[in-house]
């Protein structure tokens, strides 16, 4: 049977070669947490041993850290021990941080909370000091348990919900949970229920659905503390009794909490026999494991109380030395933590808060001096742009009054001709002018042509092309865009551009209706295609905008009324 068993475990050592230290590890914690803790010991055992076997320091120390679980307070103390003599000249964030937080982890689980303090208040020391937020992070929970422990609930809440709502890659699935059940205990506490309530649900239906036996009866005891809060004694009793079983075979300690809530239920129905059933129970179990909890003085009162009446002084005299020696210890803890947990941890916290403060005064003093720079920076361009503006403005309104003057001198002159009668005849060439290769006889043809053309406004036609004027004049392009050039001194398009833009700004000036029209209108009237066609020949030879035009000549003509 033995050589049996000795082969067994060699084949199930064999069977670990295959697995990567994270794998290893999954494994460790699966089997761990399942209470299986001989097969979480061999693990832990192969892990230390194959670190050992490829020299590598970090895993050694991650393998005396898997062994101490299993191991009792003063060997598992002497492998942490370990882990800082391995981790000493490692040079990172990780350790001597985390060697500090397992060893507090170890004294909390052994009810030594005093040393479990100093433990993380050096572990968020040193990890504090190499910036590594995930230790910070830890320190903290870890904290925020003993403050919990004390009765300072709310204040252990604020970090519980902090890291339950921002987890930023700091805690795992497991320990999420671990928050969101550290959380409603500390809400039940400080009877927030509604808030506690959600948490139970949102923690039950993540219970089912990952078919964790535990972790459903563990939140099946937090639903009868609401249910004790809210004084349904019963239902409490009920849901209690029947996750007891579970509960202590994973946590004593939470099975002795169970214990204290369901004897306050027996209390609530008013049943004395069932509450001095519960806590002796309770009284026995912490026998076995001597952790302690705040309620415990509770219980000893009561059962003290209970035995003085019936006046049975043995058991009287057994609960009142149990009250005493629990006594002792809480006061000793107590009177530490309370005394050293503002001075070692708040204080500090709150000299940093100061400090962050401090610095977000400054970052926001130079956000405001950088905000007052760039407003400035843009009141002034605002400024300058505005400038630029106004003076371009003023550039167009003085081209357009120009432009104006401009059309009513030739008005004057135009209406002085016609008053005497005289025929302005404009010549049909200011110069002698002769074009190669076209006849003179069919230049000055061409000429008299354009002059009725001008004279009669055939420019406002739509969609005259130098090839449909030529045809109207019986002549070709070539001669006809050859005079042009020659005695006009500029190209057809221009030429035609120029006629339709001067007749625009006579007839703006002299007919009101005209200037009311629509773009689109005054444009077809002109005998561009559109609007855009207009505006963009209209700029180019006045050099202003027809806008700047027409609300001069609205200026001019309103101040003549006046």
Not at 487 to 507: G, Q, V, W
């Amino acid at each position: 049977m033995f050589n049996n068993l000795a082969a067994a475990q060699n084949n199930n050592i064999d069977a670990l070669y295959e697995f990567k230290y994270s794998q290893l590890k999954n494994k460790f914690y699966d089997y761990y947490d399942h209470n299986q803790f001989p097969q979480s010991e061999q693990i832990a055992k192969y892990y230390l041993q194959k670190a050992k076997k490829e020299k590598n320091a970090l895993e050694i120390a991650e393998g005396y850290n898997l062994i101490h679980f299993n191991k009792d307070f003063p060997v598992a103390l002497k492998y942490i021990d370990s882990i800082a003599a391995i981790t000493k000249d490692i040079k990172g964030s990780l350790y001597p941080a985390r060697t500090y937080l397992i060893k507090g982890n170890l004294y909390y689980k052994n009810d030594n909370l005093k040393a479990a303090l100093d433990s993380y208040i050096l572990g968020l020391k040193y990890a504090k000091e190499r910036n590594d937020k995930r230790q910070v992070a830890y320190a903290d929970i870890n904290i925020a348990y003993i403050n919990s422990y004390i009765g300072k609930n709310a204040e252990a809440a604020k970090i519980f919900r902090h890291y339950l709502y921002n987890r930023k890659d700091i805690t795992d699935d497991y320990q999420h949970n671990q928050m969101r059940i550290a959380l409603i205990s500390c809400y039940l506490d400080i009877n927030k229920l509604d808030s506690a309530n959600i948490l139970i649900r949102e923690g039950q239906v993540s219970a089912i659905t990952s078919k964790n036996t535990y972790d459903i009866s563990l939140y099946s005891f937090l639903s009868a503390k609401y249910d004790l809060k809210l004084r349904k004694y019963k239902t409490t009793v009920t849901k209690l009794s029947k996750v007891y079983d579970d509960i202590i075979r994973i946590n004593p300690n939470n099975a002795n909490i169970a214990l204290y809530n369901l004897g306050k239920a027996y209390y609530g129905l008013k049943n004395k026999e069932k509450v001095v059933e519960t806590y002796t129970k309770l009284d026995s179990n912490l026998q076995k494991t001597d952790i302690t909890f705040p309620e415990l003085r509770e219980i000893y009162t009561y059962l003290i109380d209970y035995y003085k009446e019936k006046n049975d002084k043995e058991k009287q005299l057994y609960y009142i030395d149990r009250f005493l020696k629990t006594d002792k210890k809480l006061d000793e803890q107590f009177q530490y933590l309370l005394t050293e947990l503002p001075k070692k941890y708040d204080t500090p916290n709150l000299l940093q808060e100061k400090e962050n403060i401090i610095d977000e005064l400054k970052k926001r003093k130079l956000l405001s001096y950088l905000t007052i720079g760039i407003m400035t920076l843009l009141l002034l361009t605002l400024l300058l742009l505005y400038y630029k503006s106004r003076k371009l403005v003023r550039k167009n309104e003085k081209i357009a009054q120009n432009l104006i003057h401009s059309v009513e001198e030739r008005n004057k002159i135009q209406t002085k001709a016609e008053a005497k009668e005289i025929f302005i005849e404009k010549p049909l060439q200011q110069e002698e002018k002769t074009i190669k290769n076209i006849p003179e006889e069919v230049v000055q043809t061409i000429l008299k042509e354009l002059e009725y053309f001008e004279k009669h406004q055939r420019f406002l036609k739509k969609g005259i092309t130098l090839s449909s004027l030529a045809q109207s004049i019986n002549t070709n392009t070539a001669y006809l865009s050859e005079v042009i050039n020659s005695h006009k001194e500029k190209s057809f398009t221009t030429y035609l551009n120029d006629l339709r833009i001067d007749y625009a700004l006579k007839r703006l000036v002299e007919d009101k209706l005209f200037r009311a029209y629509k773009l689109a209108i005054i444009a077809d009237e002109l005998g561009y295609n559109n609007a855009q066609a207009f505006t963009a020949a209209f700029k180019k030879n006045t050099q202003t905008t027809l806008s700047a035009y027409i609300k001069e000549i609205q200026k001019q003509q309103s101040s003549k009324e006046i």
